[in-house]
């Protein structure tokens, strides 16, 4: 049974940093997808950033680029998302989720994804 679990997020002011982590455990991840995806209140949920987990190639949002970077440890299947310059709009609930193969494509779809964390809020005060 695949289970993600993320933790780190809190409360921040803008300009601010937070590192968020997804522990992965009940499969082998070489062969996958990584990714972090957010939902606001009221929004849908979207893309943030993903890992190929063998590669290491990495994808971001517009929104995020340049200030978000997605890493994973292979020692303890773990993920994170360094976040800096953190601005409000970045409030939201982000989840960790994965997904067997390494389409760039289907990296950035939120239904191309078969496992997901519960969650972890992030809330960013002006």
């Known amino acids: 049974q695949v289970q993600l679990v993320e933790s780190g997020g809190g409360l921040v002011q803008a300009g601010g940093s937070l590192r968020l982590s997804c522990a992965a455990s009940?499969?082998?991840?070489?062969?996958?997808?990584m990714g972090w995806f957010r939902q606001a209140p009221g929004k849908e949920r979207e893309f943030v950033a993903a890992i190929l987990w063998s590669a290491g190639n990495t994808f971001y949002s517009d929104s995020v680029k340049g200030r978000f970077t997605i890493s994973r440890e292979n020692a303890n299947n773990t993920v994170y998302l360094q976040m800096n310059s953190l601005k409000p709009e970045d409030t939201a609930v982000y989840y960790c989720a994965t997904r067997l193969g390494s389409s760039w494509i289907a990296a950035r779809r939120v239904n191309d994804y078969d496992y997901w964390g519960q969650g972890t809020q992030v809330t960013v005060s002006s």
């Open positions: 009940g499969r082998t991840f070489s062969s996958s997808t």
